[in-house]
């Protein structure tokens, strides 16, 4: 449990000085809930009823409706206990984060309470019509874990599962994907499209950020507008970002003229091409997608 809410403290810490520094002025933070359950088998018991038959594949979630995350305690793995492990000390915890599947599992908890963040200070409105591709991919921004002790302490480290999945994908990404993306929710929804819209959303917003974070910070400043139950027409939803990217000059860059060209159309055609030869740009240098 302790070690749960230093997890928690760290990434509200880390939250709040990230976007400060970028200019997003965000609102003094109310008491956030996270249920922390002892075992999995408690966690199933209280989630099934949100979950149904997905409680048993989640180790975590954030909750639209009650504001609150609810997990069960990742030091508490019933395996390790049963090994007679000393459960919540430093050699237990170092003992969990050193398995294979400890990357996705903190992932998943830093996530969710990104989430969760970005609802208390301000930064959106809950039920407000924020593009899916949005919310995902800041979460996916904000999770990449260290795997030390700690478990996480870094803000926009590369996403080796997102760029392994994105790499999966440009083979067969068609043209129009990120237009798909940006206009409705639905690849989100469907199983067999699912994987790759996560992906691309994270590849986006670090894109974003790290090549036009002026941009993407105006843009960020227009959701914290949008009024809960409203609707985007998909249209509107592209134009929205696209004023905001094409107005600003990308990070980094104190001279030359504004890129004023259309996101969709040749203001992002660098970016799908890379994509489309095997490689991604980001941070200002090519990732391979083959390492």
């Known amino acids: 449990m302790q070690w749960c809410g230093g997890l928690f403290e760290r990434l509200y810490r880390g939250f709040h000085n990230y976007w400060q520094r970028r200019g997003i002025e965000l609102e003094p933070t109310p008491p956030m809930v996270a249920l922390v359950f002892q075992d999995q088998a408690s966690f199933a018991e209280y989630s099934k009823p949100e979950l149904k038959d997905a409680v048993n594949s989640i180790i975590g979630y954030y909750s639209l409706a009650t504001n609150r995350i609810t997990m069960y305690d990742l030091t508490g793995v019933d395996e390790l206990r049963q090994a007679g492990g000393s459960r919540g000390s430093l050699r237990h915890i170092r003992q969990i984060l050193s398995r294979p599947e400890a990357e996705r599992t903190v992932a998943t908890i830093v996530h969710e309470a990104t989430h969760q963040l970005v609802f208390n200070t301000g930064m959106q409105q809950r039920f407000a019509d924020i593009p899916v591709w949005l919310n995902e991919g800041l979460a996916m921004y904000f999770e990449s874990p260290d795997n030390s002790s700690r478990g996480w302490r870094s803000i926009g480290s590369i996403n080796e599962t997102r760029l392994g999945q994105m790499q999966r994908y440009l ?33 986006l917003v670090y894109h974003l950020l790290r090549t036009n974070s002026d941009g993407f910070v105006q843009y960020m400043n227009t959701m914290k507008q949008k009024p809960p139950l409203g609707q985007d027409s998909p249209g509107a939803k592209i134009a929205r970002i696209s004023r905001c990217v094409r107005r600003t000059r990308p990070s980094g860059r104190r001279n030359g003229p504004i890129d004023s060209r259309p996101l969709t159309s040749v203001g992002f055609r660098n970016w799908q091409s890379e994509s489309r030869d095997g490689k991604i740009f980001l941070c200002r240098r090519r990732y391979s997608m083959n390492r």
């Open 171 to 203: 083979g067969e990404r068609p043209d129009h994907s990120l237009v798909t993306l940006l206009n409705t929710d639905g690849r989100f929804r469907d199983a067999r499209t699912a994987e790759a819209a996560y992906a691309e959303s994270w590849s």
